[in-house]
Every structure is written in C-alpha cells, then in structure tokens.
C-alpha cells in the first residue's frame, strides 16, 4: 500500500456564514456563523478540510493566530491522525485542552480524518468501521414564537423531521409554557419535541419548570444549569421525569468520562468539536456503549453524520445547517434523515462566498478543493 501523504502546511480562513434562521438563545442573538475553516495541504497534493464554529467573532483572530503557532507539530507527519492527536494531547497536557486550544485541535484532527477518506476514496465513516446510513434528524431552532414562527414549524415538518428541538430560558415558566404549549399545537402529538435552556437555570428552578413542562410530552430537557455543574445535572437527572439531555460542552474524553461518572445526564449529547474531533467521539462512543447510553450530535451536521453513522447507541443527529452558506453541496435532508457522503466528510468551500464573508483577521486564505 503506498505511504500516506505528509502534511506541508495548515491553513485557516475565518469568516461569518449567513444564518438562514438567525438563532436566538437565552444568552443573545447570532445572526452569523463565525467560522474558520481549516485546510490541511499535503505532499501528494490532497487538502483535508474541516471547519469549526467560534461562537463570536471576536474568536476568530485568536483562533488564526494560535493555529499558526501550533501547525508545526503536523507539518511533516502524515495524515494518519491517531499519531497527530496524540501528540498534541502530550504537548499541551499543562495547560490543557479546553477553549480554543481544543476546538483547533478537534479541528486538525477532523480535517486530518477528511484527508486520509480522500486518499483512500472512501467516506470517513467507512475508516469507521461503518457504512453511511439514513440517520433520524431533528430540526434545531433557537428562541421561538409560535404564533410568528408558525410557517417555519410547518415547514420543517415538510421535510419528513419526527422531532424538533426549540431553546428556552428567555423568560419565566409561564412564557415557557405558552411556547412549548404553541409548538406542541402546531407539531402535534406524534412528532417528538425537545427543549434546550442553554445553562441557564439552577437545579431548584429546572425541576419547578420540567415539571410542569413534563405534561407536553417532552422528549429531553437540554442542560438545564451550567453544564461544569455536574451535582446540579445530577440533581435533576434524579428528580425529572423527562431525561436530561447534556455534552456538547464536555471537553475531550475526559470530560465525558467524568459526567458518566458523576451520573450528571440521561443522555449524551458530544460536540465533535469539543469532545476531540472523530478521535475523541470515537473513544466516548465506546463509553456510551458500555454505559447504554444513546448519543445524539451537536451542530457539524456533515462530521457528525460520519460519526453517528459509526456509533453503537446512535439517537439522534442535529439540523443546525451553520455552514450551509459555504459548501459546494451541502448536505440535504431527505424524509427527515441525513446521510453521509465521501470521500472524506464529502465538503468543497464555495470560494467566492469565503472572500466577500472573511473579517479582517490576518489569517491565511484558503482555497476550495
């Protein structure tokens, strides 16, 4: 078998992807995506790409300029990414892998995964160990008003989604119950319906509003507090009678290992971002099995399609289409699934669109592939 192409150089482009539905939580309003997009160049003249969400813009200087000072430790290995992972791992076990230094790394190591699904021809799920398959989305909304966002509602049950998720925690347990009690109205009985508060409640206030919540037939109850509060998961996690659904912000296996351990969720719900790119979600996945546990994704619908797709306790993928704006061919929803595509995550930049969306940032430009 040839010899896997050796990294030259990682480029980043940051910029803002248009959101089709600005997303309102219970922290603010984004009305973009801030994105940067990382290409990893090689010797045999394939680019792994991948792409991670900063939040803010004001990430995405900093996101540039770490990049640049920590690309060397790829440069001139290979595109296996266990190696490259490790690495980095070992490399910054002082300071840790939390923030921007973890996102980036998560980042690598996706577009590093990109790169190896391309030389072989094959979707990243296939080095997987899995085919791609029709995985059960739900479609992801914001902050929402039923009696405004009723044409939207209805038009993602169009699309065939069985379930939808909608962010609480802007106002007071009667407002949630007017909201949930709306969508309910509009979705019916037979389509499942999540609820996500962002971080923003306290155990005691979490249990007050789930149950009354409860009697709409709720499906998770998406971190209620602060999610390093993990007594407080716990809490709830016992007095709730819907499960508690939480992970997108445990960072790297070693946080999900350490929520199992402290029985903080129900459910799992990774950030592949967060959680180590496909190197880590495929160590938590084997936590989860262990453990019973479903996962569902968050945001990256195109990664975490390849990695659901590989995972024993898959549950549910994530409709948050944040870089729709920026791909060639995004990835579409079909009778309310979301299949994997190849090779590698199956993504192309659309190239005009990076150059009129990217802020000033001094980062290098990417090209599409």
Not at 279 to 284: D, F, I, L, T
Request: proline share 7%; with cysteine.
């Amino acid at each position: 078998m040839a010899e896997f192409p050796t990294v030259t150089n990682i480029l980043c482009t940051p910029l803002i992807a248009p959101l089709a539905r600005p997303m309102r939580t219970a922290s603010g309003t984004l009305p973009g995506a801030a994105l940067a997009l990382i290409d990893i160049e090689t010797d045999a003249g394939i680019t792994g790409s991948a792409y991670i969400f900063g939040y803010t813009p004001k990430t995405l200087r900093a996101l540039s300029a770490l990049l640049d000072d920590i690309k060397d430790i790829a440069i001139g290995g290979t595109i296996a990414p266990k190696p490259t992972f490790d690495a980095y791992q070992s490399g910054f076990r002082l300071l840790g892998v939390q923030g921007l230094m973890g996102m980036l790394i998560s980042g690598i190591d996706m577009a590093l995964w990109d790169a190896l699904g391309k030389f072989c021809d094959q979707p990243v799920c296939r080095l997987l160990g899995a085919d791609p398959v029709p995985l059960r989305a739900y479609d992801s909304y914001g902050v929402v008003d039923p009696a405004t966002d009723r044409a939207l509602l209805e038009e993602s049950l169009s699309k065939g989604f069985q379930a939808i998720k909608i962010k609480l925690g802007v106002g007071s347990l009667a407002d949630d119950m007017a909201c949930v009690a709306g969508v309910r109205e509009i979705i019916g009985d037979d389509v499942q319906l999540m609820i996500d508060y962002n971080q923003s409640l306290s155990a005691p206030d979490a249990i007050r509003r789930i149950e009354h919540l409860a009697a709409f037939d709720i499906a998770w109850l998406e971190e209620p507090v602060p999610s390093e509060d993990l007594a407080g998961h716990r809490q709830i996690c016992q007095q709730s009678p819907v499960p508690v659904q939480t992970g997108e912000n445990w960072w790297f296996p070693a946080g999900a290992a350490n929520a199992l351990a402290a029985d903080a969720s129900a459910l799992m719900m990774p950030d592949i971002m967060k959680i180590g790119g496909f190197s880590g979600w495929m160590q938590v996945a084997g936590m989860a099995a262990g453990a019973n546990m479903p996962i569902s994704s968050h945001l990256f619908v195109e990664a975490s399609a390849h990695a659901l797709a590989a995972t024993p306790t898959c549950h549910w993928l994530e409709h948050l289409d944040i870089a729709r704006p920026i791909l060639t061919e995004p990835y579409d929803v079909v009778d309310g699934c979301i299949t994997a595509r190849g090779p590698g995550l199956g993504i192309a930049w659309v190239s005009g669109m990076l150059d009129a969306n990217s802020p000033s940032c001094g980062s290098s430009a990417a090209t599409s592939n």
